[in-house]
C-alpha cells in the first residue's frame, strides 16, 4: 500500500475553496493507496514523476517515484510515497506544473 501526503498549504487551500464537498477530493485523492497507478503523467524531473488527478474543473498534482510505479507491480508497492503539492483549475495548468519542475529543479522533492 502507498503512503499518500498532503501538503498543509494544499490542504488547507481544498478546505477553504470546497467547503462540503473537500471530503470527495480528499476520498478521491487518498484512494491512491489502493491504487498508486492512478494519474495522468505530466512531466518527470530526474526520476521524480509529476501526474495529476481531475475533479470537476480542478487539477490536483502529485510526486512519486516515477522508476518503482512504473516497474513495480501493483502487488509489489510497499513503500512509496505520493505527495500531493499543487492544486489548479484548467486555464492554470501549464503554470502549475512548470512551477512543480522548477522547484524539483532546485530543491529536489524536499522543496515541498
Known amino acids: 500500500m502507498a503512503k499518500v501526503i498532503v501538503t498543509k498549504s494544499l490542504e488547507n487551500s481544498i478546505n477553504k475553496k470546497f467547503k462540503e464537498e473537500s471530503v470527495k477530493i480528499f476520498e478521491l485523492i487518498y484512494s491512491l493507496k489502493d491504487n498508486p497507478k492512478k494519474g495522468?503523467?505530466?512531466?518527470?524531473?530526474?526520476?521524480?514523476?509529476?501526474?495529476?488527478?481531475?475533479?470537476?474543473?480542478?487539477?490536483?498534482?502529485?510526486?512519486?517515484?516515477?522508476?518503482?510505479?512504473k516497474l513495480l507491480d501493483i502487488n509489489e508497492i510497499t513503500d512509496i510515497l505520493i505527495k500531493f503539492v499543487r492544486m489548479s483549475d484548467k486555464k492554470d495548468q501549464q503554470k502549475a506544473i512548470d512551477e512543480i519542475k522548477v522547484i524539483l529543479r532546485k530543491f529536489g522533492k524536499e522543496g515541498f
Open 40 to 69: 495522468k503523467p505530466m512531466g518527470q524531473v530526474g526520476g521524480i514523476l509529476i501526474k495529476e488527478l481531475r475533479y470537476k474543473s480542478f487539477r490536483f498534482y502529485f510526486i512519486t517515484d516515477g522508476y518503482k510505479l
